[in-house]
C-alpha cells in the first residue's frame, strides 16, 4: 500500500546575515612580552569566525596610566589599534575580546591596574550605546591619545561616533597637554 505524501510546506529562506562594519579595537599590554602579545592578539581577532579582515597598526610605547595619572614608575605600555571587518554583533564581539584576555592571562584585580591584555572596543561603526554592558564607543576613548594615535596611524581621517574626527580630538588634548 503506498501512500501519497504531500509536499513539506515553504520553509523559509535563510535570514539575511549581519552585514559587515568595522569595529575600533585599542590594544594593549604592560606585563610580559608585551610586543608579541599585541601581535598575537591581532592574529587572534583575525581568526574569531565572521571576522574577514584585521588591520593593526604601528605599536605605541605609552607610559602607565593609573587613577591619578600617569606613572612613569609603573612598566610601560605597548598601545595599537584594530581596524576589524566583522559581521559580528558588538556584544558577541565584546564577549570574544574578553574570552581573548582571559586566554593571555588578564586578571582583573585593580581598575587601571598592569595587565597581560586589554582590548577594548572603542566603536563599533556609528552604533551608540550606553547599556551598562556595552558603551559605546568607548567612553573615556576621546581622553586618551593612546587610542587616538594609533587609530590615526590607520585611519587618518577616522571619526569617534558622538564626539568628532579623531585628528581633532587628538589636537585638542595635545593643545591641552593632556591624554
Not at 529562506?13 to 568595522?22: K, M, S, V
Not at 595619572?69 to 610601560?76: F, I, L, R, V
Not at 581598575?111 to 572603542?122: A, F, N, S
Amino acid at each position: 500500500m503506498s501512500r501519497n505524501l504531500t509536499n513539506p510546506p515553504d520553509m523559509p529562506g535563510p535570514r539575511p546575515g549581519r552585514p559587515e562594519t568595522t569595529a575600533v579595537v585599542a590594544l594593549g599590554a604592560n606585563l610580559g612580552d608585551r610586543h608579541g602579545t599585541i601581535r598575537a592578539a591581532a592574529e587572534r581577532i583575525a581568526r574569531l569566525p565572521l571576522v574577514s579582515e584585521v588591520r593593526l597598526s604601528r605599536l605605541f610605547e605609552t607610559v602607565a596610566l593609573r587613577l591619578d595619572g600617569p606613572d612613569p614608575e609603573a612598566p610601560g605600555y605597548v598601545n595599537a589599534v584594530a581596524l576589524v571587518a566583522t559581521r559580528l554583533a558588538p556584544e558577541i564581539l565584546l564577549g570574544m575580546l574578553h574570552a581573548i584576555e582571559d586566554e593571555n592571562g588578564r586578571e582583573r584585580r585593580e581598575r587601571w591596574g598592569d595587565r597581560t591584555l586589554d582590548l577594548d572596543l572603542i566603536a563599533y561603526d556609528d552604533v551608540l550605546s550606553d547599556e551598562p554592558r556595552l558603551q559605546l564607543p568607548h567612553p573615556r576613548a576621546a581622553e586618551r591619545l593612546f587610542v587616538l594615535d594609533p587609530w590615526l596611524d590607520l585611519d587618518q581621517d577616522a571619526v569617534l561616533p558622538g564626539r568628532g574626527r579623531v585628528a581633532d580630538l587628538a589636537a585638542e588634548l595635545r593643545a591641552r597637554g593632556e591624554g
